[in-house]
């Protein structure tokens, strides 16, 4: 069985930092691109991050650039979402997605990706 599993979520005041934390069962994520989406109660699912396959490259969706890196410890098997200076409108679910592409979007469609983590909750309010 092929997992990924999010952890790190929680609430932050506004202006906080938190950091997202992917890890795989099953399968080893060296092979795989991986993304990070975010969906909130009634909106679609939408892309925030990902890194390629050989960490070489990165995407950022145009609202969190600047305050989110994304990053890969293949040693450890996990794909990190650090976020910093977080606004309300960050609250949502997290998750992270792999796919066998060697490079990645933050704007491609979750259809893309292959294998999906549980979510974890990201609140940001005072």
């Known amino acids: 069985q092929l997992q990924l599993v999010e952890s790190g979520g929680g609430l932050v005041q506004p202006g906080g930092s938190l950091r997202l934390s992917c890890a795989a069962s099953g399968f080893t994520l060296d092979y795989y691109s991986i993304g990070w989406f975010r969906q909130a109660p009634g909106k679609e699912r939408e892309g925030v991050s990902c890194?390629?396959?050989?960490?070489?490259?990165?995407d950022f969706l145009d609202s969190v650039k600047g305050r989110f890196t994304i990053s890969r410890d293949n040693a450890k098997n996990t794909v990190s979402l650090q976020m910093h200076s977080l606004k309300p409108e960050d609250t949502a679910v997290y998750y992270c997605?792999?796919?066998?592409?060697?490079?990645?979007?933050?704007?491609?469609?979750?259809?893309?990706?292959?294998?999906w983590g549980q979510g974890t909750q990201v609140t940001v309010s005072s």
């Open positions: 997605a792999a796919t066998t592409s060697y490079l990645c979007s933050a704007y491609g469609r979750p259809a893309e990706y292959h294998y």
């Open positions: 890194i390629s396959q050989s960490g070489g490259s990165t």
